[in-house]
């Protein structure tokens, strides 16, 4: 039996606890409506994107003058990751789930016998990753500095990968990274980045080309995919803040009912304490 | 009178959408105006300004970087790299972006990257001289 004091501390510390995961859920739900407004803004030229890209795919047929970059190299040998997961923790399953798919789809590769090398994009996938594909990892990119992610992390994300796709480092790149459907529901996506994948759109208008057809696919595609990786990003930002929005508020209540529970005792044992104490007295007196 | 759909986006939002009478871009290979009707044509941008007409006489200018505009029969659509209104250009942003055009031409070995930069230094300079008028 904890004495009255032990449990006037614990309902303290629970408190504070409980202090502070308001708090976070408080700022994880302002956060939440600029990284979502921010997600939104970015759809559009992606849209446009998708769309620019299918009408251009439509009237190329893929032969030995397209870029690698939409053609791949012909093999799927060497297989590159690329996890964007969050820098800080207190978000609920978001960053183990994410590195789960991706645990899961490395794994797979490598009992078909293929070669992977993984890029984290945030610390706490790495942290993860880190314990089983210590020698896959190849690069670690920290946005821990960034408060607010914009087009050109994204651009220097996609340079790099971008480098070493022509170095002929890897053949195929996955993008993992969670979507973000409500504040409750993101989920772990797994999206093929490398080669590009791009449905050729029904229209067969016949386009005028300036300058080549090729030069403009070789300037497209990169930004295309430059644009893959910001809408990622910004989806993994607002997933972020909704898991832990959602993953402190339960926090919070899982606190409020024990703070509830550890009262009741304590009132309790003050009560039996006081009976105790009358006893006591009482039966000391009738014993005269 | 026809009038054309046009779309200006930027990766971090909309700038225009709706219907004009024209639209004159800096395509790569020289400036060219869109006017309802226009044939299907792909051209990347270069850095330079774009001039929406919605009214005749009345123009409004934003200033873009780099991109790509996809002409076809449902109008015009530009994908700009970086874009700016006219409204918002000021000596400060402008010197940024020639900075950062000076750094892509002195970082490079490569001759077209090279003349690129060189082209766009020229038309930022040029903007940062109008704008002291």
Aim: proline content about 3%; overall charge neutral; hydrophobic content about 45%.
């Amino acid at each position: 039996m904890p004495s009255l004091k032990d449990l006037r501390n614990r309902i303290a510390s629970v408190k504070a606890t409980q202090k502070i995961t308001k708090a976070m859920q408080m700022v994880a739900a302002a956060k939440l409506r600029r990284a979502q407004t921010a997600a939104e803004a970015a759809r559009p030229y992606a849209e446009r994107m998708a769309e620019v890209l299918g009408n251009l795919a439509s009237g190329v047929t893929i032969g030995p003058e397209t870029p690698r970059l939409l053609a791949g190299t012909g093999s799927d040998k060497v297989q590159l990751l690329i996890v964007c997961t969050a820098e800080r923790g207190l978000c609920g399953a978001f960053n183990s789930s994410i590195s789960r798919l991706a645990r899961d789809h490395a794994n797979r590769l490598l009992a078909e016998g293929k070669t992977v090398k993984i890029i984290c994009v945030g610390k706490k996938g790495y942290d993860i990753l880190r314990r089983q594909f210590a020698e896959n990892i190849i690069d670690l990119v920290d946005l821990r500095s960034v408060r607010q992610v914009g087009f050109e992390q994204a651009d220097m994300i996609a340079q790099k990968v971008l480098g070493l796709f022509e170095a002929g480092e890897f053949d195929v790149a996955t993008l993992f990274y969670a979507q973000f459907k409500s504040v409750i529901s993101q989920i772990p996506t797994a999206q093929q980045i490398l080669p590009a994948q791009i449905e050729a759109s029904g229209t067969t208008a016949i386009y005028d080309y300036e300058p080549a057809e090729e030069e403009i696919l070789a300037t497209l595609l990169p930004r295309n995919f430059t644009v893959q990786i910001f809408r990622a990003l910004l989806e993994n930002a607002a997933s972020e803040q909704g898991a832990r929005m959602s993953s402190m508020d339960s926090a919070t209540r899982n606190a409020g009912e024990m703070i509830k529970k550890q009262t009741m005792t304590y009132n309790r044992s003050r009560q039996a304490m006081i009976t105790k104490e009358l006893i006591e007295i009482i039966s000391g007196a009738e014993a005269l | 009178m026809a009038t054309l759909n046009f779309e200006l986006v930027s990766p971090e939002r909309v700038l225009f959408s709706g219907e004009v009478d024209a639209v004159v871009l800096p395509a790569s290979e020289g400036d060219m105006t869109v006017l309802p009707g226009h044939a299907p044509l792909m051209t990347t941008l270069k850095t330079g300004f774009l001039v929406i007409t919605t009214k005749v006489g009345n123009g409004r200018r934003v200033l873009v970087r780099g991109g790509f505009a996809d002409i076809n029969q449902s109008g015009l659509k530009v994908l700009a790299e970086r874009a700016m209104p006219e409204e918002e250009i000021t000596s400060e942003a402008l010197d940024r972006e020639i900075l950062q055009a000076q750094m892509i031409y002195d970082a490079s070995n490569d001759l077209s990257v090279k003349h690129a930069a060189e082209a766009a230094l020229a038309q930022l300079q040029e903007a940062k001289e109008a704008l002291s008028y």
